[in-house]
């Protein structure tokens, strides 16, 4: 059983659920899916689950109108968890010992019959988290084939401890998000393979384990995000009619929004809607001035679904309509002996 008691200045205030099935491992060998919503006037918190009788893949959202701490009361389990901070930053306390928890930093945290935890959100804030979560019997089967990784884990687990795997958060590498992203992607399938899943939570350890021995270099990490950044402009390119939204396409390439944003506006000195505005823009003057299509059929090639938002942006991109555009390179054409003009940009 789990239970969630949410407090405001060390003022208890009246928010206790009782959630009997959540955060644990299925007694079946096949995955099922479980979701629930934990909510109060200022208070909302979403958890979403993939899970069999070897792994659970849990998904937290949590927004809190002010600071708050949530305890969260186990039943006592004992399991390892590879946990993400996928969005927003948390304080954890753990055997009264506190950690922050940041964005895109990702660490192990290894229970055994588990209870109490106290977490420390920011007001106004949202929090997201991806943990990986395997049983005993997946951790001793590890232990057994790797036992310079996980033996000594299993042992301090089976001894009755419980500890944080590395003494600091680390950064999440380009390969351990994509792993991520592969995983996220399956669960949202529905019927997908609980040997895919078993075998990408594997892969996902062994990259964060492998990052604490041989983290990447700057070069080589900037070079990750660049392959990722023109990859995003590409999608742009050849999805302009139905582009993805800009939390679809960080997930598509592998990264996050912060870092896709920061990123394409440090490569193409401008964000990634602007990119998309501008090549849109550019297909439309195009189709003005090679074509006879009428302002109806360039806007809907272009990806605007009414024709008034297209001479909207038209207009606001080029400081004339797309008619008056029209007639005047035309006009500037003749003048310069089949030399088309293209109105500068404002």
Known sequence: MVRYELSEDNECIDMSYDLSDAIRFSPISRSENKRWTVRNHYFKGCFEETRNNRFNIVHSSIYSANDCSLRTKHDGGSFLSLGIVQRGSVEFIQSGKRYT?????????????????????????????????????????????????????YLRQERGETFIFSPR??????????????????????????????????????????????????????????????????ILTQEYLSPPSLHELALRVGTNECTLKTEFKKYFKQTAFSFLFDYRMRLASSYLLDTDKSI????????YEHPSHFCIAFKRKFGVTALAFRKISKTKNKERGGEYFLTPEK
């Open 101 to 153: 928890w940041q964005r895109q930093e990702a660490n192990i945290l290894v229970g055994s019959d588990y209870h109490d935890e106290y977490n420390f959100f920011r007001g106004g804030k949202t929090f997201e988290m991806l943990n990986l979560v395997i049983s005993v019997p997946f951790l001793r089967s590890l232990a057994e084939r790797y036992p310079a990784y996980f033996e000594d884990v």
């Open 169 to 234: 958060n680390q950064l999440v590498s380009p390969l351990l998000q994509e792993c991520v992203q592969s995983i996220t992607q399956a669960r949202m399938l529905g019927n997908f393979s609980e040997m895919y899943l078993e075998s990408k939570i594997q892969e996902a350890l062994s990259l964060f384990i492998g990052d604490l021995d041989m983290p990447l270099s700057r070069k080589e990490r900037d070079s990750v995000i660049k392959e990722k950044i023109f990859l995003a402009k590409e």
């Open 296 to 303: 109806a059929e360039i806007a809907e090639l272009t990806g």
